[in-house]
């Protein structure tokens, strides 16, 4: 075998190894962030006073949109501490910050045990929590598609939201196992806790683990002996991050609002406005971020072949016309295989967002600004529209009196995202800079 093939081989290997760790780390740190949500309800009576169910509801979900106020901070600490020190050193940090706050999570008393503390303590174990995810993203992204085949980068880079979704699918699953094996009595006094101690406790010690068994990505190593700044000096470079970033957070507005109203927040609303109870509606949201996983999958193949532009069009165009039908399915219908298929409908859907966006953001930068720009973007994005998404649905149902309401606020995302998608460049077969 040529010295050559020898080094494809052990590149092509190495690459493999680098998304197996950055996909089970990934996963594991996104089952501590989205068990929160899973057990909204449960925590707004613990944590808040419960004279008002409604507010104390509005309560718990406004701690969730701080959790992800947090992230554009996390996203420039760790972005440019990712493009200066590496993506893995910034992976090893932010994994035992997120298990930190999980765990405090789980073990803090309630209101009824320290008062107001509770609901402050929350909120800065969701600050932890926010702060770490924010580096997340970026690095993760970062540290994917520098190690993918040039062929292969859609893929590639969507294995970090697949691992993310399938972190908050196996949240989603143990929260509906826990729902349907324990009685509403103890699953409101304990059982929810469970998840929040084995996330610290068990999941980002493994994680931190198979982190540490990877090396850096060539793209970074190259630009540390200064190779890779020759093609384009980095004060040109940073001279269009701003605009960069902008697109950035258009591009990526509609995906994020619709994850986290049709998957994060439509559990807690089809018990709360709907006609499925609580337990089955956990179950049927697993399946819809089960079916999310396999789109994020077929989706980044495809756009490997056609190019990222047409599944974003596609996508943003279809949660333009079916949101409301999808509201009106979730509110009137007690058929539980009818609501089943629409919470499917939605995770695919969403799917094609997070099995596309994450390359076609990734090659917009070049690589000594790519952790940088897609953490501060994608975390802009998601801190302003995607994480008080639960927030401003519940918000709406009180304000307007009409439990469609939360598919305005999806509409008016698709709306926005969908004119920066018809300007983007389609990057797909590209070179990455």
């Known amino acids: ?11 092509m290997e190495m690459g493999k190894k680098a998304a197996f760790s950055t996909v089970v780390g990934n996963a594991l740190e996104w089952f501590d962030f989205a068990s929160y949500a899973f057990f909204a309800s449960i925590i707004a009576n613990h944590f808040f006073p419960v004279q008002d169910h409604a507010t104390a509801m509005i309560g718990t979900f406004a701690v969730f949109g701080i959790g992800l106020v947090a992230r554009p901070l996390g996203a420039l600490f760790f972005g440019r501490f990712g493009d200066v020190r590496g993506r893995k050193v910034a992976l090893l940090i932010a ?19 320290i008062g107001i503390a509770a609901p402050i303590g929350l909120v800065l174990c969701r600050l932890l929590q926010g702060f770490s995810a924010g580096g997340e993203v970026g690095n993760a992204i970062a540290f994917l598609i520098e190690w993918a085949p040039p062929r292969k980068r859609g893929f590639y880079s969507s294995l970090q939201q697949a691992s993310a979704v399938g972190g908050t699918l196996l949240g989603s699953g143990l929260a509906a196992s826990l729902s349907s094996a324990m009685g509403h009595e103890l699953l409101a006094s304990i059982g929810w806790r469970i998840p929040f101690v084995v996330g610290g406790l068990v999941i980002a010690p493994l994680g931190y683990y198979f982190r540490s068994k990877v090396d850096e990505t060539p793209f970074f190593a190259e630009q540390e002996h200064g190779a890779a700044n020759q093609a384009r000096p980095a004060s040109a470079a940073r001279q269009s991050i701003g605009l960069l970033c902008l697109k950035t957070v ?3 507005t509609v995906w994020v609002v619709a994850f986290y109203t049709f998957l994060i927040y439509v559990p807690s609303f089809l018990s709360l406005h709907g006609r499925i109870p609580a337990s089955i509606a956990l179950w049927i949201n697993t399946a819809g971020l089960l079916m999310m996983v396999i789109s994020i999958v077929l989706s980044s193949i495809v756009s490997d072949i056609v190019g ?14 079916l949101s409301y039908p999808l509201f009106v399915l979730f509110v009137r219908s007690d058929s539980t295989a009818l609501v089943f298929l629409g919470v499917v409908l939605s995770g695919g859907l969403v799917g094609i967002f997070a099995g596309t966006c994450p390359a076609a953001m990734a090659e917009m930068y070049p690589t000594q600004l790519r952790t940088t720009g897609v953490s501060i973007g994608f975390g802009l994005s998601t801190a302003i529209f995607g994480g008080f998404a639960s927030l401003i649905s519940e918000s709406l149902i009180k304000l307007t009196g009409s439990p469609l309401s939360p598919s305005y606020y999806v509409i008016l995302a698709a709306a926005l995202s969908l004119p920066v998608i018809f300007s983007l460049k389609e990057t797909a077969h590209a070179p990455l800079a």
């Open 308 to 321: 990222r532009k047409p599944l974003l069009i596609i996508a943003g165009l279809a949660f333009l016309l």
């Open 250 to 252: 258009g591009i990526s």
């Open 95 to 113: 994994m035992p910050m997120m298990g930190a706050g999980t765990l405090l999570i789980g073990l803090l008393p309630t209101y009824a045990q």
């Open 1 to 11: 075998m040529s010295t050559h093939a020898l080094e494809a081989d052990t590149a």
